[in-house]
């Protein structure tokens, strides 16, 4: 059962993670995921102090502000300062972090937090945080329940702005032109990125959150020419990561974060060579063939 | 000096001022353009041309004045305006077909939630047909030319069914055969009262192509119908020492020293 638990939880945040990937990958802002999933540090340690709870629904407020926050920020220097965007994620994410790390070493004593703990996460910890009713009843991990409404709201906020969210992706003044605000749409998926990834990161840690939201969006970006497509493929590449990741660490009896990240890689590498589009395998039997058929 | 207009103007542009971290790109711009017109937007590089068609549009903040199309602000008549941008603007790896991008052009019609249905497909097959691209429609976008990429943005912007059209240089990088196909289905859409405005380089062609001229170098020097407006005088004053672009002005005046000879052979730039 608890193998179970751990695999749904991951192959959850995976989907999450995939779909919003998927735009952020085509707006070449992928490592703004990266980002907000180190500077959200700050938010959740004010959040705890303010509060002296770690009940996960403050945790996320505190978080997703600071989320916003960072998106805000980045859009500013890129914008106001003229800096690139590259530089202004660079400068934002490391500052905000860095914010945390001093709060949280000022106040060592009261938290029970620290930087290992939001950097790697623990997935095999979710069983262990169980939602229990007055009378002893288990209806399951905390962190099950809470990665499945994420994904309901993603998936709920991808198919009814699914016009909008790509139409702001392909070609921002376009959109602007015909009175579909780009910086609304923006920030709206910034906010879900924020969303997403706080709400993942407690359960799989930052790393993972990282790998998840870049790798089965680029694998899936290798293996189709259609969005929809992509979008579907992001999901299915998050899951197969999630199940032979977990599989992979119990055999190794390592880290089951690790085994997921290192598995994206794995899956994305086999598209790049073996995609029948883009793969590089393809491209150079393609090339030879045209060679023989010209000679 | 302008021609007075005496139906209610397409656009009129009022006192506009336009500027990036205080440098006027554009300055007290004012004019009124009829509508059912091919209108060109000529000046030399830096000129403002792009930067005022987005003014137009809304999508850049104005530091002075004021935009109204058919008399209204530009914000209740957006599903009648329509925008090509510059082809380079956009990622053309973008995992979408022909058919997908010239649906984007019913988003504004579709409005929040809504989702595409078959009529809008057929409106978007139809301008897939006008712009002779019927054969690519399932075809991926990055796999398209120059040119056959120009025509997907102009499918997409005839799907809008629009009543004025701002195109940002069209013609870049299109062969003749594509220009020529885009220019004959711009004066076909001017013939149906709609309003066309493009920002356009090449000068050998602007007597042939419009019926209106913009003549803009950060401020307007002129407009007005081109048999009246695009005169030696005004060219002068748009292109001022500009030594590259003269070279062009003198041929211009030398074809007007040889009327028959135009149209009979394009020089070859």
């Known amino acids: 059962m ?41 938010g959740i340690v004010i959040a705890f102090l303010v509060s002296g709870s770690r009940d996960s629904v403050t945790m996320l407020a505190g978080a997703s502000l600071i989320g916003m926050l960072t998106t805000f920020l980045i859009e500013f220097l890129h914008k106001k300062a003229r800096l690139q965007t590259d530089a202004s994620i660079g400068v934002t994410f490391t500052c905000l972090f860095a914010i945390g790390v001093v709060l949280i070493s000022l106040f ?37 329940y ?20 790509l139409l702001t992706t392909f070609d921002p003044a376009f959109a602007s032109a015909l009175g579909i605000s780009a910086t ?29 939201l870049i790798g089965p969006a680029a694998t899936a970006y290798l293996l189709t020419d259609n969005f929809l497509v992509m979008l579907i493929l992001a999901c ?35 598209a790049m060579l073996f995609s029948p589009t883009h793969g590089l395998l393809f491209k150079k039997l393609r090339t030879t063939s045209d060679e023989v058929s010209s000679a | 000096m302008q021609p007075e207009i005496t139906t209610t103007p397409a656009l009129e542009v009022h006192d506009l001022t336009v500027a990036f971290d205080r440098k006027p790109v554009l300055w007290n711009i004012d004019l009124k353009l009829p509508a059912g017109k091919l209108i060109g937007i000529i000046g030399p590089n830096g000129a403002g041309k792009s930067t005022l068609i987005k ?41 979408a077909s022909v058919m997908d991008v010239v649906l984007m052009g019913r988003y504004g019609k579709l409005g929040l939630f809504r989702r595409v249905r078959q009529a809008d497909r057929d409106v978007a097959l139809d301008c897939l047909r006008k712009v002779g691209m019927e054969a690519y429609a399932n075809r991926q976008i990055s796999q398209l ?8 943005f102009l499918a997409r912007a005839l799907a809008q069914q629009a009543d004025i059209y701002f195109m940002d240089e069209p013609f870049a ?61 005004n060219l002068q004053e748009t292109y001022g020492g500009k030594l590259t672009l003269l070279s062009d002005v003198g041929d211009l005046i030398r074809r007007e020293n040889f009327p028959n000879r135009e149209g009979v052979s394009k020089p070859v730039l």
């Open chain 2, 173 to 233: 990088g299109v062969d003749a055969a594509t220009e020529k196909a885009i220019i004959g289905l711009l004066q076909a859409m001017t013939e149906a009262q709609k309003t066309v405005i493009v920002v356009h380089h090449d000068l050998q062609s602007v007597t042939h192509y419009f019926d209106w001229v913009i003549m803009l170098n950060t401020r307007l020097v002129a407009c007005g119908p081109t048999e009246t407006t695009f005169t030696q005088q």
């Open chain 1, 184 to 212: 609304f749409w923006h920030y709206l998926l910034m906010g879900a990125v924020s969303a997403t990834t706080v709400a993942s990161f407690e359960s799989v840690g930052a790393i993972l959150v990282v790998a998840l």
């Open chain 2, 55 to 95: 003014a137009t549009m809304g999508l850049l903040p104005l530091s002075s004045g004021y935009v109204r199309l058919y008399d209204q602000p530009i914000d209740n008549v957006r599903n009648r305006i329509s925008y090509v941008p510059q082809r380079e603007s956009v990622d053309w790896d973008f995992p």
């Open chain 1, 108 to 144: 060592a004593g009261k938290v029970d937090l620290d930087q290992d703990c939001v950097l790697y996460g623990e997935i095999a910890y979710v069983p262990l945080d169980m939602i229990l009713s007055p009378t002893g009843l288990i209806f399951g991990p905390r962190a099950l």
């Open chain 1, 236 to 270: 299915v590449a998050g899951v197969l990561v999630s199940i032979s990741g977990y599989y992979i660490a119990v055999w190794l009896d390592g880290s089951i974060a690790g085994a997921i990240a290192g598995m994206t890689g794995l899956l994305f590498t086999l």
């Open chain 1, 146 to 165: 809470i990665m499945g409404a994420i994904f309901i709201a993603i998936v709920l906020f991808i198919t009814f702005g699914y016009k909008e969210l």
């Open chain 2, 145 to 152: 030319s120059g040119g056959q990429q120009q025509r997907t």
């Open chain 1, 2 to 42: 608890n193998d179970l638990y751990i695999i749904l939880t991951a192959s959850l945040v995976a989907c999450s993670c995939g779909l919003l990937g998927c735009f952020l990958i085509l707006r070449k802002m992928a490592m703004v995921g990266d980002a907000i999933s180190h500077a959200v540090l700050p």
